[in-house]
């Protein structure tokens, strides 16, 4: 019924910039939280960023200053504006998303499938 489509991954160099953007596709009545996370090779996955519906925005320490989350509700997106890129933000970035199926319906959390990113040093 849902489905998280990431785009705008891609190699880059050091101190250079990259947005992502995951649009959900589907059949429900809202997107809550949606956030962006990570994972590279031989690590956990981890929490980036995660934006509310109404606009409220939550970093992890590694993305601080240098990383915006965004929502465009309209077209069910969410954005990831990465600045001053490091070779340590190498990985592949999922978004997240925790969708309302109904308008009496419980949500559950959605995965997409994930763009690479990499950053050359």
């Not at 190699?11 to 947005?19: A, E, H, I, M, N």
């Not at 962006?36 to 606009?55: D, F, H, I, M």
């Not at 990465?82 to 009496?104: F, H, R, W």
Request: with cysteine; aromatic share 10%.
């Amino acid at each position: 019924q849902v489905q998280l489509v990431e785009s705008g991954g891609g190699l880059v160099q050091s101190g250079g910039s990259l947005r992502l953007s995951c649009a959900a596709s589907g059949s429900f009545f809202s997107i809550n939280h949606m956030g962006w996370y990570r994972q590279a090779p031989g690590n956990e996955r981890e929490l980036v960023a995660t934006c509310s519906k109404g606009g409220s925005t939550d970093y992890a320490d590694s993305g601080k200053g240098r990383f915006t989350i965004s929502r465009d509700n309209a077209k069910n997106t969410v954005y990831l504006q990465m600045n001053s890129l490091k070779p340590d933000d190498t990985a592949v970035y999922y978004c997240n998303g925790e969708v309302q199926i109904g308008i009496y319906g419980n949500t559950r959390r959605y995965w997409g499938q994930g763009t690479q990113v990499t950053v050359s040093s």
